[in-house]
Nanobody, 123 residues
Framework: VQLQASGGGLVQAGDSLRLSCAVS????????VGWFRQAPGKEREFVSA????????DFADSVKGRFTISRDNAKNTVYLQMNSLKAEDTAVYYC?????????????????WGQGTLVTVSS
């Protein structure tokens, strides 16, 4: 299973970005997908996740109300819509896939990872 994260870039505070995580090499609907991020000098942290059915989602407190997550099973892609971006959202964003029904905010539960996409928010 391969994951390809894309959509990062340099934006100003208050702007929006949409990240994509394209999954290939497996049965997309078998996987719950999560987004994590790692800022310079910090540990990787949970951002958001969506269950394999799309019926359940989870968000870190720091992004609730600003980020949304969705999946398109026809395109084998999960999207992370990020609005009202802040400087503290600056990080490399990674997507991961786990074989299971439910979301998880624990990175050790994810079986596969993408390479990451850099999001830089200038203030």
């Amino acid at each position: 299973v391969q994951l390809q994260a894309s959509g990062g870039g340099l934006v100003q505070a208050g702007d929006s970005l949409r990240l994509s995580c394209a999954v290939s090499g497996g049965t997309f609907s078998s996987y719950s997908v999560g987004w994590f991020r790692q800022a310079p000098g910090k540990e990787r942290e949970f951002v958001s996740a969506i269950s394999r059915s799309g019926g359940s989602t989870d968000f870190a407190d720091s992004v609730k109300g600003r980020f949304t997550i969705s999946r398109d099973n026809a395109k084998n892609t999960v999207y992370l819509q990020m609005n009202s971006l802040k400087a503290e959202d600056t990080a490399v964003y990674y997507c991961g896939a786990l074989s299971g029904w439910l979301c998880s905010d624990h990175d050790y539960e994810y079986d596969y990872w993408g390479q990451g996409t850099l999001v830089t928010v200038s203030s």
